[in-house]
């Protein structure tokens, strides 16, 4: 686990795409776990340590995770995630081929399967459709695949996936949104590159970068950037 950020109120770490943030059917030991085992050695903290979750990401993607180390940071941290006004979320894919437009601002309707964990791209009048709204931007071209930059400005059930796979361009590694094959870590080329926010406490503004995958089509379509 490696700790980008942290003080008394907030602590953020660099999620691999093996992880999950919170604990389900699997019973693999949480994200959530390791960082609270983590403040309880490295401070010495008798009995329970409290640690709020306050956002997830997908299990196969990689990136910022952000959790809230005391309640009244939790509180406002959760606020701050449902109103998308103070909080922004950059995330870097790499994905097939190259994007018509080299930048663009997508708006789609999204449909969320429960049974098959999948959103799908639909009307505006369809049951239970919600609208998801986000840009993005080239960043590199390589012979096969594009790093692209995404700016979400809604937070919707596989977003990212769902609707750059609808103008042709899915994730590395996404299978279940077309990619071609798999990862060889099972994982997917998305990663949470930032979160920049204002301090649930202090106020002031706080930008967190994660390093992208040890892997060499990231470092070889992020060498110049």
């Not at 952000?66 to 509180?75: D, G, P």
């Not at 796979?165 to 094959?181: F, Q, S, V, W």
């Not at 970068?209 to 992020?222: C, Q, R, S």
């Amino acid at each position: 686990m490696t700790v980008l950020y942290e003080d008394n109120h907030i602590i953020a770490v660099n999620k691999t795409c093996n992880e999950i943030v919170q604990g389900d059917k699997t019973g693999d030991t949480p994200l959530s776990e390791t960082v609270k085992a983590y403040i309880k050695d490295k401070y010495h903290k008798p009995g329970e340590v409290f640690l709020g979750v306050t956002h997830r990401l997908d299990r196969p993607t990689s990136g910022v995770v952000l959790f809230a180390r005391t309640s009244k940071a939790l509180t406002r941290l959760n606020d701050m995630f449902r109103s998308h006004d103070q909080i922004r979320k950059t995330y870097w894919a790499i994905v097939q081929g190259v994007p018509k437009a080299a930048e663009a601002r997508l708006e789609n309707y999204l449909v969320r399967n429960e049974k098959l964990n999948k959103s799908f791209i639909t009307r505006a009048d369809t049951k239970d459709a919600k609208l998801a709204v986000l840009s993005y931007r080239t960043l590199a071209v390589g012979e096969r695949y594009s790093l692209l930059e995404i700016d979400l400005e809604t937070g919707r059930h596989h977003q990212i996936r769902c609707q750059l796979a609808a103008i042709g361009c899915p994730i590395k590694g996404d299978l279940k949104y077309g990619a071609h094959r798999s990862n060889p870590d099972g994982g997917i080329s998305l990663h949470a590159r930032s979160i920049r926010f204002i301090h649930p406490v202090s106020k002031q503004e706080i930008t967190i970068e994660a390093p992208v995958p040890d892997d060499p089509l990231w470092h070889t379509l992020t060498t110049n950037l």
